[in-house]
């Protein structure tokens, strides 16, 4: 089997790693300007805060992550994933009741941990309605992720830097530039919105903006998170954010932006701060909230790998390992991740 990659993100690139495991033929193309993979703050969360469920297979995703980016670690003699204690400040009484009556039942115990008192009593000013600590969760450094696979792959003479043109594929017999594939594989993060074969699916182009900030009195040990996250990185460095700008197509960090994650940061902390970095990126998101998988209907030699949004890090390795068996050996795709949801 041999296969064109389009798109060296973070779904491109974990698709590309589950090809060379099975000795499949492939190569990437990719311009080279990725501002969602590079700039994301690479959180894997289990929970969804609101009112305190698990995030969609968060059961499933996370071991296959941890075991893909420890693998990968050792592969590359680096550290790409470090573990995450992430400190929920309630927003509301019913949201720590919430936490009260899941954290102890089957599935949630291993994401939730027991409310103690110093939890309740946490000594920030925001603690309003009392805390709870995420079990299992970690963050990847989404910078050094990007820059050492794409360097990898150049080098490993895999990925070519040049912008798609979509009139060099043939749809039917899957070439690009006249050379023949068995599938061309479309992971291309927000630019699948003018994809002329899959850009009738529901992929919005959703902008995020996320600060550094310099805090050296802010403990390093925990991610504080209501409204916003703050994630330490080290040195008295967090990034924080993120803002959601619905249909929108630029990397332009605005005043706007940088205004609300400020006022969200004092949700969390009253601690003096700089700015010392300020960076947009645009994810690939979709209106229910589940990845873009599967053939095309009528050029099934063409397949889409899209729409991870803001949680791509956590889901890529399963997804694209799910997407490989079903591209070499006809395992089903997950219904929930199938774009036939969208042919009926």
């Known amino acids: 089997m041999k296969v064109l990659i389009i798109g060296s993100g973070v779904a491109g690139t974990c698709l590309a790693h589950r090809f060379l495991a099975k000795g499949i033929d492939f190569k990437i193309i990719d311009k080279g300007i990725n501002q969602s993979t590079k700039v994301a703050g690479g959180i894997i969360n289990p929970l969804v805060f609101r009112r305190m469920t698990l995030s969609w297979r968060a059961e499933e995703f996370m071991p296959v992550a941890d075991a893909f980016y420890q693998e990968l670690g050792k592969k590359f003699n680096t550290t790409f994933q470090y573990p995450l204690a992430i400190r929920r400040l309630f927003a509301s009484e019913q949201e720590a009741g919430y936490w009260l009556k899941k954290q102890a039942l089957p599935h949630y115990c291993d994401f939730m941990a027991l409310q103690t008192e110093a939890d309740v009593n946490f000594p920030i000013p925001q603690n309003t309605f009392g805390t709870g600590l995420v079990k299992g969760a970690s963050h990847v450094d989404a910078a050094s992720y990007y820059a050492t696979q794409r360097n990898w792959f150049l080098e490993q003479v895999l990925l070519e830097s040049e912008e798609l043109d979509y009139a060099n594929i043939d749809p039917v017999n899957a070439t690009y530039k006249r050379e023949v594939y068995d599938y061309i594989i479309f992971a291309e993060g927000k630019d699948g919105k003018a994809n002329p074969w899959f850009g009738?699916?529901?992929?919005?182009?959703?902008?995020?903006?996320?600060?550094?900030?310099?805090?050296?009195?802010?403990?390093?040990?925990?991610?504080?998170?209501?409204?916003?996250?703050?994630?330490?990185?080290?040195?008295?460095?967090?990034?924080?954010?993120?803002?959601?700008?619905?249909?929108?197509?630029?990397?332009?960090?605005?005043?706007?932006a940088r205004a609300l994650i400020e006022e969200n940061i004092a949700s969390v902390t009253n601690a003096p701060y700089e700015v010392v970095d300020h960076v947009a990126g645009v994810r690939p998101t979709v209106l229910d909230r589940r990845p873009l998988m599967g053939k095309h209907a009528e050029f099934p030699k063409l397949v889409i790998a899209n729409?991870?949004?803001?949680?791509?890090?956590?889901?890529?390795?399963?997804?694209?390992?799910?997407?490989?068996?079903?591209?070499?050996?006809?395992?089903?795709?997950?219904?929930?991740?199938?774009?036939?949801?969208?042919?009926?």
């Open 307 to 344: 729409g991870l949004g803001a949680k791509g890090y956590m889901m890529a390795p399963l997804l694209m390992q799910e997407l490989t068996d079903y591209l070499a050996e006809g395992k089903p795709l997950h219904p929930e991740s199938d774009i036939a949801r969208f042919n009926k």
């Open 200 to 256: 009738h699916l529901p992929l919005q182009q959703t902008k995020g903006e996320v600060l550094t900030i310099h805090a050296p009195s802010i403990s390093q040990e925990e991610s504080l998170n209501r409204k916003c996250f703050l994630l330490p990185i080290g040195n008295g460095l967090f990034k924080a954010g993120s803002n959601y700008e619905w249909d929108t197509d630029n990397v332009i960090p605005t005043e706007t």
